[in-house]
């Protein structure tokens, strides 16, 4: 049986359109309990009506200042976080309603690597056990295939073979984040939602792990979904990026476009704000006064109008959509309707 | 360069227990000069922090301990004096701000009482006068409703808000020197940006000079006038900034230029230094960054080179940079 499982995994699956990964509508709102009844008297809009999608084999980063619905939105898709409403088409398949059993096997072919290596591995267990664990837990093959799997994981990720007995503690912060790569790989997924994976390491160390998602994407034929606010990051491993401000998609479009042509004023404002490591900038730096509201009281219309150097009288009313600016770049601002 | 404010010279800072000695700064040399921004640039373990808690003197003792060297601020040397002598400078003559306002600043005493607490102890002001001192200082840091800010407990301010609050406290007594380590590092971009345009801006104003702490080569840039790499607790190359970006010399600071992606340029494969930073309590005997080095020789690992001006104002330690 689990012989079976393991070939049919591997074999090539047809897929229902060109799409891996399909996002529509998606929201999340946390409610908000209120006065002595505890009634509910509003909610925190952490995800507001975002819609992506992602190729097979694609890299999409999403881009965002704390508090933008960046982490939410990579949580639902995990399906670690149940969506308010919308749908998540994983494969032509609708995942936001699947449960139980359904959802564990489906969960095989996605999985996730968080920002600290030092919370998201547990302590107690050594490392050949850490990397073991899916693949016991969903019954992948006899003890001895299992250590055989483990073994050519931690060579895939660059980790010397007798690190299977040593313990998270004795390793750094970057090889911890090797460990939590190979155990997301485990199960051969096709899409990693990485979650600022890189950004509590060292420069040094953060070219090692990114050198390495990019190896590891061509190896596996692997599509990600690469959640970071660093911007120059996303850059750096995106096919597209895709900005939220405030729970929404400010503006999505290929990287080129976007990082060359920004249309969005906080896309813009983002882009010069950003410190590069140059001495004398030509670009002009956009200071943003204030700071970003707060998702439980949202501004009305355009979330970014209360800081918006370009604001309008229609962007304090009207909320603009998500609209082709062309076909490779789609703009949520009344600039360009 | 201007009128050196600070000089720190052969700065040594042990960690000692009965098992080992940590290294933490290891023979650090730096001037600070009258109005400017010196970055201090180093990834974590490189011994920047520890330079900075030195100057303060906050190393954490009884195990931490300056076991050699001069931080002379003008002519005074802060290693000799007392701990009473010290805490008339810090606060005073140097302040320091840090990543994390909210665990620097005190939760339950409003932002009001925390700026005027310093101007009632070091400029002996009454308690209203300090308080009116208090809202000045809180509004050329850009808070609009500043009368209202100084009622408010440290919870109720944004991260960004926090970090300038911090900024107000610190400048509050008009200080000569301003320690400010990873300022931004927790901050979002665009309020990065805020506060660092703010601190720029008090500079300009105020003539303060500056020692900016962080790992980020970016922000260095944006901010420094002159610069220091460290490594292993050493300089390993310093200069003015322009110097250091535009012909760096270093091996260990071009790997870490290399390492960076850069939003302005496309970079195929990012350069990774292979390896980690060695330990502190167990450098090589030769150069601390040989184990990485990309050109390294057999000298690298049996002498240790030494820091040494290679162009004008320009030092590096390094046995391949030479004049």
Redesign the interface.
Known sequence: MAELQMLSQDAPVSLPGEYLLEVKNLKKYFPIHGGVLRRHVGDVKAVDDVSFTLKKGETLGIVG??GCGKSTTGRMIMRVLDSTSGSIMFNGKDITKIRGNHLRTLRQQFQMVFQDPYSSLNPRMNVGTLIAEPLVVNHKGSRAEIRDEVARLLEVVGLSPDARLRFPHEF?G??RQRIAIARALALRPSLIVADEAVSAL???????V??LL?DLRKEFGLSYVFIS?N???V???SDRVGVMYLGRMAEIADKKSL?ANPLHPYTQ???????????H?SRE?I???G??PSPAKPPSGCAFHTRCPKVMDVCRVERPELIAYNDQHQVACHLYS | MSEPLLKVKNLKTYFTSRHSQVKAVDGVDFVVGKGRVLGIVG??GSGKSMTSLSIMGLVPGPQGKIVEGEILLEDMDLVKLSDKQMENVRGNLVSMIFQEPMTALNPVLTIGEQISEMLIKHRSMRKSEAMAKAIEMLRSVGFARAEQIVKEYPHQL?G??RQRAMIAMAMSCEPKLLIADEPTTAL???????V??LMKDLRDRTGTSVVLIT????????MADDMIVMYGGQVVESGT??DV??VTLHPYTK???A??????EE?D??????G??PSAANFPVGCRFAD?CSLVETRCRETMPELQEVRTGHWVRCHLVTK
Request: aromatic share 4%; glycine share 4%.
């Open positions: 200042e704390s750094s970057g090889q060292d420069v040094s160390i953060q070219a090692q990114l050198n990019a606010h911007l120059a990051v850059k750096h491993i990082y404002a983002l882009l010069s704000a950003a410190p590069e490591p140059k001495r900038q730096r200071v943003l006064t700071d970003v | 990834e974590s944004s960004g808000m979002d971009v665009t309020i990065q940006a805020q660092l345009e790992h980020d080569l970016g922000v260095i840039a944006e900034a322009d970006f535009e790997a870490l230029l390492s960076i992606p850069v939003i302005d970079r494969r990012l350069y990774a230094i292979p980690t930073v990485r």
